[in-house]
């Protein structure tokens, strides 16, 4: 091939790239750089909060305690700040628990009690007593001692009874239950379940009744013995039918009869 044509070639190679360069239009434009836009800060409060995990009844103390950072607009009224309350710490030091707190928690005065006043009345329930039963330190009358405080238990009372079957006095021992669904405050001094207790023993359990079940269950307590039946969680809430128990236990225990009808003989209970 002539040099002359080579040289026309090349340019027309050369024309038609930088036209293809051109229709494409280059490179593409880097897109913007975002610009960082900081959000204003939220305005924070001091609040004092449990440091620790606290259970119910246990008297604070300095180290139980701290202040912690907390947006301004979920602060409660009754949470205690340092704004309003710069001496909240030291005045909180000393108190005691009516119900436990886990870490992290504001403290607020509705769940704290002071040492002046009664322990057992600041957790007792609006409307209700305390009463406490005597139940036997091996547990043979509370479920083996496996009731805690805050469970639910039926009060079952046992007691004699003199029947007279065929002209002779009997001496028959019933037992019936009288209150279900019964909140236990505290077995023995122990108001809560520490350190992962599973049994419990005590001379006394102390139960939340209405005043008119503080009655009935101190005069059981004075012609028979009381026991305690430890109720399901599932069970809590529901009514129970206290006759059931004692009917079937009296049918045991009663002396049957035999009644014979039309020369059929049949067991029945006098």
Known sequence: MKPA???????????GSGAAFLMSGGDPTPPPTPMKVEAPPVPMTDVLVAATDMPMGQVLRPTDLR???????????????RKSNPKGLEETTGASARSGF?????????????????????????????????????GTNSAG???LPNDRVDVIRTFHKITKTNGENRDVQISQTILTDIRVLAIGQLIQEKNGTNVVTGE??????TPAQA??????????????SLRSLADAGQPTDPTAPSDTL????????????FGVARQQTP
Do not use: H, Y
């Open 102 to 138: 886990l870490a992290g928690e504001p403290i607020r005065a509705q769940k704290l009690v002071r040492p002046e006043s009664g322990f057992m009345a600041a957790i007792l329930p609006p409307g209700q007593r305390a009463v406490a039963i005597t139940t036997d330190s091996r």
């Open 250 to 261: 009296q049918a045991q225990t009663d002396p049957a009869l035999t009644v014979v009808r």
């Open 67 to 81: 202040w912690q950072p907390w947006p301004d607009n979920a602060v409660n009224a009754g949470f205690v700040t």
């Open 215 to 228: 009655e009935s269950l101190t005069l059981a307590g004075k012609d028979g013995a009381l026991s305690l």
């Open 5 to 15: 044509r080579l040289a026309v070639l090349g340019i027309a190679l050369a024309a």
């Open 145 to 147: 001692g496996f009731i």
């Open 204 to 209: 006394t359990a102390t139960l939340a009744v």
